[in-house]
């Protein structure tokens, strides 16, 4: 993987900050989207525009930058009203492990009356009554509070930053918990596990986002060695209209710390991470037949939650959705198949002309065949597209070449983006057998389209569940999204 993910990353990342910037829409088509240089593996060079017109000349860098400041010094009350407040106003930055960037934690007591980074002379209090009447550096950064925040604030610090006397409302801080279930826990699982939305270093905080963006979550896989996931079940969280999805992944080459968080994230992966699993608009939760579980994790235990959101420009909202995953975990209890999801479909073989309608992008799989692999069984079919897809075609061309065993019914499965199903495909293929994935896109604007993360580009993916476990899998040029079970082109 190592081996293309420089190139690779570096188009995703101009991709990735063409989005964060505010563009007019019309740059979609920029200048020759088919023309561009793609990231092939053992590619030379950078510079390219890897088909994804519109989109060179932006530079800068995504994610986290910046260190994190100073983390919480202790776990005493703030009164309760004043605990509401921060948790409200301050929270989301001035967390138990602080946003990258920001100066230190406002959780508890300690970290009110310690001395001020910036000015240790005062305490962190005293600058706080400045800088939330400070005009041109208000705090929070986005605009000063209402006049009844500010007067509660004012009068708590004025009056000597007292400490609260009902410890319900102590700062809740999990420093290394992680994720926690209390729900019911179903017949067929021995376990359930909640991973939600958060903000950095802080299970409790839903993360402020704003716009259309990723964010992604890392955590240590919470359930033991060799269990299988056979249950995922999202938990749409107080903005369920923002979501757009949520992909959970093992992260065998990994290294991120649990709890951490990258917002605005990127929506490509340099560590070339596993899907697990996954939902958009309209999925069901999933579950699997009785002798097949998903793989979850690798050797290092580390895992991520991506979510994209796509809220309106300059809106911000609190993201807590997330995903309840239950596992089978005792011996007597594992199936006997263990299944991963394979990415079929295509990326840069996406070029849909203005005006261009049922447009086709095509890509076909030509697995590796592991060792003593004589069989691949397909479970699951789930078409993945953007604004413009209308129609996916997943069809086994068999190894000698002619017969073809589509996986669809009828012409094809037609694509829904508000409704995202996935078809039940119960196929098995053979040494030499590939399978062609199509798109077809109805193109009703004035750009060309190619591929990209934002919903204003377009995808192609047939998101397959099979066994064994990564065995559909192509060595072509890996995908932007860096996953370690493509098998596109
Ligand atoms: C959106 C993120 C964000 C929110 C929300 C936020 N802050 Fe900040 N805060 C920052 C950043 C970034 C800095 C460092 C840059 C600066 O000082 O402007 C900072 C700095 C500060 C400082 C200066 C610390 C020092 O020692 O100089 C204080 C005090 C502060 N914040 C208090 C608050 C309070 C109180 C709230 C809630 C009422 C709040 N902040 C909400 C991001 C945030």
């Known amino acids: 993987m190592a081996r293309i993910a420089g190139l690779g990353v570096g188009v995703a990342l101009v991709l990735w900050t063409a989005a964060c910037t505010t563009q007019p829409v019309d740059s979609r088509g920029g200048t020759g989207g088919a023309g561009g240089t793609l990231p092939m593996a053992g590619q030379g060079g950078v510079g390219g ?81 400045l800088r939330v009447h400070d005009m041109t550096l208000p705090m929070p950064p986005t605009g000063q509070m209402d006049a009844a925040d500010l007067a509660l604030l004012d009068s708590w610090i004025d009056g000597g930053t007292i400490a609260g006397n009902d410890p319900s409302c102590a700062p809740m801080i999990e420093t290394d918990a992680g994720p926690t279930y209390e729900g019911d826990i179903p017949p067929f699982a021995d376990d359930c596990y909640e991973i939600r939305a958060h903000a950095n270093g802080n299970w409790d905080m839903p993360l402020a986002v704003t716009g259309e963006n990723y964010g992604t979550f890392y955590f240590d896989a919470p359930w033991p060695d060799g269990a299988q996931g056979v249950w995922f079940e999202t938990l749409p969280g107080s903005n369920p209209e923002i979501l757009h999805h949520w992909l959970i992944y093992a992260d065998q080459n990994g290294n991120s710390p649990d709890g951490q968080v990258d917002y605005p994230g990127l929506g490509s992966h340099p560590t070339a991470p596993t899907l697990v699993a996954g939902w958009a608009p309209g999925a069901d939760n999933n579950d699997f037949p009785d002798d097949v579980g998903l793989q979850l994790h690798g050797a290092n235990r580390k895992m991520m939650m991506e979510i994209h959101f796509f809220g309106p420009a300059g809106q911000s909202y609190m993201i807590d959705a997330g995903v309840k995953i239950c596992t089978v975990e005792k011996a007597e209890r594992l199936r006997p198949n263990t299944a991963t999801i394979s990415w079929l479909g295509t990326e840069l073989g996406i070029q ?138």
């Open 352 to 489: 849909i002309p203005a005006g261009a309608m049922n447009h086709p992008a095509t890509g076909t799989c030509n697995p590796v065949w592991p060792q003593g692999v004589t069989e691949i069984h397909i479970l699951r079919s789930w078409p993945h597209m953007h604004l413009l897809g209308k129609k996916m075609t997943s069809t086994i061309i068999r190894a000698d070449g002619v017969t073809r065993v589509p996986m669809h019914s009828g012409d094809g499965w037609p694509f829904d983006f508000n409704s995202e199903i996935s078809h039940e495909t119960d196929f098995v293929i053979h040494p030499g057998d590939k399978i062609e994935t199509t798109c077809y896109y109805d193109n009703d604007t004035p750009f060309h389209v190619a591929v990209g993360f934002e919903n204003r580009y377009e995808m192609c993916f047939n998101f397959v569940t099979a066994y064994p476990a990564s065995a559909l899998v192509s060595t072509g040029p890996s995908s932007l999204t860096g996953s370690a079970t493509g098998c596109l082109f």
């Open 49 to 129: 525009t890897a088909g994804v017109a519109g989109m060179g000349g932006m530079a800068g860098t995504a994610g986290t930058g910046g260190s994190s400041g100073r983390g919480t010094l202790g776990a005493s009350a703030l009164p309760c009203d004043v605990t509401d407040l921060v948790k409200l106003r301050c929270q989301s930055c001035h967390g138990a492990s602080p946003l990258a960037g920001v100066p230190m934690s406002l959780m508890s007591l300690e970290d009110w009356t310690a001395k001020s980074i910036s000015n240790p002379a005062m305490t962190v209090a005293a600058v706080a009554r």
